[in-house]
């Protein structure tokens, strides 16, 4: 688990990031700070499409990018919005993030900075995952 000071550098990551969400059309700015156990931290924000179905989350952007330049395990994500406060993952983000590990820590920051922590084992309980393909 990341120390106070990783967490709250991964709060403040997502804060920032929410500048760069392209949301011309829910105008819903979502930002998102992402810890590998490498140390390295990703961030994403969300990024809308004309084809509503091409959006993509800012937590999948940054774990995209994550895996895209070799990481594959994670500690800590923080997620922010500019709207609402304690910014929940949506149902296809858990999905995607729980492939990565149920212990992974999601803290779901406010607008002013406070935020709530789960484990990915806590917002999707019962998770279809890797380990159910093995079984016959
Ligand atoms: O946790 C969330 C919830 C929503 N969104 C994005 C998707 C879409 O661009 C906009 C409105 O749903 O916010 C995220 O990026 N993360
Ligand atoms: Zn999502």
């Known amino acids: 688990m990341a120390s106070v000071e990783k967490v709250q550098e991964l709060v403040q990551h997502s804060l920032q990031m929410r500048e760069r969400a392209y949301c011309p059309y829910s105008k819903f ?11 390295k931290i990703y961030t994403g924000c969300n990024v ?3 084809s509503y ?3 993509i989350c800012a937590e999948r952007t940054a774990f995209v990018k994550a895996v895209s330049e070799g990481d594959r395990e994670f500690t ?6 500019d709207r ?3 910014c929940s993952p949506c149902g296809i983000c858990r999905q995607f993030m729980a492939e990565f590990g149920l212990d992974l820590r ?3 920051v406010s607008t002013t900075g406070q ?3 789960f484990t990915m084992n ?3 309980p019962g998770a279809f995952g890797p380990g159910d393909l093995e079984k016959h």
């Open 53 to 55: 179905g091409g959006c």
């Open 76 to 81: 800590d994500l923080a997620v922010a919005s």
């Open 84 to 86: 609402n406060d304690f």
């Open 29 to 39: 700015r979502v930002g998102a700070a992402l810890l590998a156990k490498s140390g």
């Open 48 to 50: 809308e499409n004309a």
């Open 106 to 108: 999601v803290h779901q």
């Open 122 to 124: 806590e917002l999707l």
């Open 115 to 117: 935020f709530k922590t």
